[in-house]
């Protein structure tokens, strides 16, 4: 289940005095809910920031309502989350009018300033930029009204670029009887649909409801504008449907798909079977190919393709590659490909194994291409050469033939070739001269070929502060490029050690005078004081390159986080980090308190560091955009502060500071040390 996006659920239920009491209402809400909330069917967390996701209270005015449906909202974008949203109550269409409006408490039929506009809410909640998708249910008389016009949504707040999806309990013309809809959805969700694959959209439960709502015919709307979205989106999980074998060559992804494929082939003609190894896929595109040419076939052909691009790939690697076949490997190979294409995974892996990525690659791709193949491709080059591969090699080119991915192949191989060459060169620049830990009178500048120091120099800062430092470090850029263009190579990285006192105000990415930094680099930002440490420092680096290979291991988000509760403190944080406590990469939730004692004292005992660049700080709810992420960072934070220069949407990442020395900066480190003289660090030895 941890393939699938995060949902929100919010259902309200409310009486309306002046209306009939709905006997059933609470049952009917509280069952209802019930289903959605189950992680077997459902799988939706609370859609209010207090826990809460039932709300059935006669005394819900429509004032109320509004309330709580914008709190879900703001929640849902805050947490990156898909929103469901569930009415059921009364509800009416004043006059010729289309549009239904949930009555409350306080409303009186045909008076909408007393009640709710339902589609005005569900438009507003699928126009925000950071809601991935809106399912609305809504049970009551009318309720085909609910749904939002067209303008709304395609020229709304979202640009188009908006995911909502109602199931409606009644046409326009239609009074909703007993909340037989909910009831009969409810039941749905609890038995499932034969044959009808893993997640069941709002189309599938229309048709399974078709019939059985007596004097209702269940409408849907939906309205799928993002380009980049892949999936559907679903109101449940399927409870007929068996799930992926745990130990096959197929991921999860993969099965969901074959089987929504399969299940949607016409039921009068015998259907083969959902492929699960390679001969299977064979013998399954056999058979499509006999079949009468529908879309269902051809959906179901590429399900199959698909899939053998998965298989095939899985097997080559195993027999090509073998024992040199790792994780860090697969990692290294996985990260770069994300770095190359400038994206991120849709959610975490659950696992870092052949079949998981290669699951995800094959069938997550963006729907701006028709397949995944170029991802695979790329994949696959990359993880040749992390383990020494001839990229020219005979069963290579042979693999890229069995899944008809010559093109692509080498079109891989191109770019990855180019893409190194764009590696090859790096600007370390240190501000590190400073005796104070402040800005400094000088910048020390390297250019490394490979990790190897090709040349150094030093740049006189005009004035000791911020402008004088940006000076100097636009001078040593122009150095450096310079090299650059004499190696015709071209200059993508630039590293930029900071000392503790500049941390907390300095931006470097921001700077530049003709184009800011982290528009034209890769700016990553390091701690200067690895660059000359004192003695105790040079004692616990040991520690610290420890620490890093355990947050590299790590599949989830290695992050320890501390509020501020646990840093005002400073000798008992310093004795818990001493005993060798947070051995993760540490995060700080709050800005107000951060000094330049408190980042000293932490980043001597941990390579990597988070801390909030507003004064909102970066609550617990905001964690979770970190997930997919991670696995692109340095480089995805800098992509979200392009995002937001460019004024577009980029979420809370683009919120964050960090430090992020990594195994080849502590390299670096250990193999260019200054002749600065070292200064007095806060940590101190204790008995």
Known sequence: MDEEPRRHLLVVAPQCASMRHLTRLGEAASALHAALVDPDTGDCAPGLPDGRSLIVDER???????????????????????????????????GSTHTLYLMGADSVEDAPERAVNVGELLAAAANRPGIPGVLGIVDTCHAAGATPPGQDLTGGAGNGRSRLAVLMSASLTQQAVDLSFSRALTGLIRKGVPGAGPLLGADDVQRALRGSVVGQDVTVFQHDGDPFATGRLWVTRNAQDRGADPGGLLGRLAHEDLTEAFGALPAAVPAPHVPHDVPSALDALKALGCLPPSPARDRAREAVLFALTALRTVGFLRGWIG????????????????????????????????????????????VTRSNGKPSVAEFVVRLALASGKDLASSELHAWARSVDAQQELNDAVAKVLD???DQQLRLAVGLDSSLTGGWPETVSAWLLRDGELLERQDFDCPTVDRAGAEAAVEEAAVWAEDH?????????WLDIAVPSGVLLEWRPEEAGRGLRFGVQYDVVLHWSRRLAPDPLLRRIQGAVNERWEEIAACTGVPVDWLDASETSERPPLQGKLRDGMYRRAIGLTHHAGLDDQLMEILLSYTPVLLWPQGA????????HCLEPQWLTMPEGLGRAYQRRWRGEYAGHLADL????DDRAWLRFCRLVRTTVPPVQNTIEETS
Do not use: Y
């Open 616 to 623: 909102e700080g970066f609550p617990v709810d905001r964690h």
């Open 323 to 366: 024992g040199e076949l790792t994780t860090a490997r697969l990692r290294q190979a996985l990260r770069a490909l994300l770095a190359s294409e400038h994206r991120a995974l849709s959610s975490p892996l659950p696992e870092f194994t052949d079949v998981a990525i290669l699951d995800r690659l094959a069938f997550d791709h963006s």
């Open 657 to 660: 500071r960090a430090v992020w």
């Open 60 to 94: 819900l005015t429509s004032n109320w309502i509004r309330t709580l449906i914008g709190e879900a909202i703001s929640h849902a974008e805050d947490r990156g989350a898909s929103l469901v949203l569930a009415l059921l109550g009364h509800g009416f269409v004043p």
């Open 484 to 492: 650059a263009e004499a190696l015709g190579l071209r200059l993508r």
């Open 419 to 421: 893409d190194r060459e």
